[in-house]
């Protein structure tokens, strides 16, 4: 079945991650800047590796993401490509702030805080006039998008 607006996203998308992840375990510098081009976005973007506590299992669950700086802390966002249900790693980190991020290396442990009002508006504005594709991802869901700031808690773990 064909659902409008995700037709681009490639069925291999899992196996993308996976290799991602396995890179940024293993060369987190190299992982750093990444290839987005086969999941639809322009070139090589920065990442960052985000390690939350499943809400559920209560084991690490790794995914890498697109981030922007935000003085001593990163800004990521919660698109899942505009789907109407909010990503896994961000229910999780509802659950429970306190995760680990690796902007190339090394890990450092960080906390989360979801940004409303007036300081999302500002943040929003900022990410989207540096990806517009999140402007094109909040345009397919009635949801809003939640922009999430990491804030390092400790160097090093």
Known sequence: MSVPGFDDIPKDINQLI???????????????????RPVGLPGEVTTLLLTTIGR???EPRHVPLLYVDDGDGYLIMGSKGGNVEHPVWFLNLQASPD????VGAPPVKAGARVLTGEE???????????HDTYAKYQA??????PVIRLEPTALGL
């Open 56 to 58: 559920k299992s209560g």
């Open 120 to 130: 999302r508006a500002k943040a929003w504005a900022r990410i989207t006039a540096r």
């Open 140 to 145: 397919r869901t009635d949801r809003e998008i």
């Open 99 to 102: 995760c680990e991020i690796r």
């Open 18 to 36: 996976g290799q991602h992840i396995k890179q940024y375990l293993t060369e987190p510098e190299k992982a750093h800047l990444w290839d987005a």
